[in-house]
């Protein structure tokens, strides 16, 4: 088992273009294990992506405040790569395009760069793993021979972001908004592929917008994050509360400020 744990995040951005230094993130605490499905809601500008890319490492989100911890160890003084060689893999809500590179050479590379030498994984056993991946996603082996996400569909590049959640097999997944855009075929395809990955020795946090997303992916624990902080946490009860009385209604009950 493993465990990731945010303790006391705060984080201000850093960006030297308009000298925004306002905090985002003023104290988040929040333990992930493996085998534990998570989701985060919250309304839009509160801090949810800003909470998966200073995980994943991201320079743009200054830490003024608190760790990041895989099974004790922080990971702030960690890059990206080698954060993801922790076990740790973001589907960010906006994939970017990459020209030139295949997305079948990017998942190859990204599963390789994770293991040690000696331990490489063949074009055959990748190829193979592929097909089975491909297979429970409804994708085509067109889109793995593409370059990455280049010309994808908005639904394309979540379910691809999926497909290398599926072939990367990390200990630990954030789904910034994989729900997002998608009609609820597609959302049923990406949550198969998520449900797939189920195991004692894989954890997830899914940040999320809506609850329709979580009567296809069922959490273990709901928090809700408003303004910078982890306001409530509950369990799947909680995200229908939410769909029921909105946020306001939390908002009241908690005499919170709008
Ligand atoms: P959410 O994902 O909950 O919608 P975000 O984390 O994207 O919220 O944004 C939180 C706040 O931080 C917003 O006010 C947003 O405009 C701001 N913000 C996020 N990233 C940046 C950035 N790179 N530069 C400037 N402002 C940012
Ligand atoms: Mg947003
Ligand atoms: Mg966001």
Not at 64 to 82: A, F, K
Not at 162 to 174: D, G, V
Not at 176 to 199: C, F, H, P, T, Y
Request: aromatic content about 6%; cysteine-free.
């Amino acid at each position: 088992m493993a465990t990731l744990e945010i303790k006391n995040l705060h984080v201000r951005i850093n960006d030297p273009e308009n000298k925004d230094t306002r905090e985002i993130l003023k104290g988040v605490d929040l333990v992930i294990k493996t085998g534990e499905t998570h989701a985060i809601m919250g309304p839009n500008g509160t801090g949810k992506s800003t909470l998966s890319e200073t995980i994943m490492g991201n320079p743009r989100y200054e830490i003024t405040q608190g760790d990041i911890l895989i099974d004790g160890q922080s990971l702030l003084e960690l890059p990206v790569d080698e954060r993801a060689r922790a076990g740790l893999f973001l589907a960010m809500q906006y994939p970017v395009e990459i020209k030139g590179i295949t997305n079948m050479e990017f998942m190859r590379a990204a599963i390789n760069a994770r293991r040690d030498d000696d331990d490489q994984m063949s074009v055959r056993d990748f190829l193979k793993e592929l097909d089975r991946n491909l297979d429970i996603l409804n994708m085509s082996e067109s889109m793995a021979r593409r370059y990455l996400n280049e010309g994808f569909s908005g639904g394309e590049k979540k379910r691809n972001e999926i497909l290398q959640l599926m072939m990367i097999k990390p200990k630990f997944a954030i789904l910034d908004e994989i729900d997002s855009g998608l009609d609820i075929d597609a959302l049923q395809v990406v949550a198969k592929g998520v449900n797939a990955m189920a195991s004692p020795d894989f954890g997830t946090l899914m940040i999320t917008h809506y609850q329709r997303l979580l009567n296809y992916i069922k959490p273990d624990f709901v928090h809700v994050m408003m303004d910078g902080r982890i306001v409530k946490t509950g369990d799947a009860k909680l995200a229908l509360k939410l769909e029921d009385e909105g946020y306001a209604g939390l908002r009241d009950e908690l005499g919170i400020e709008a």
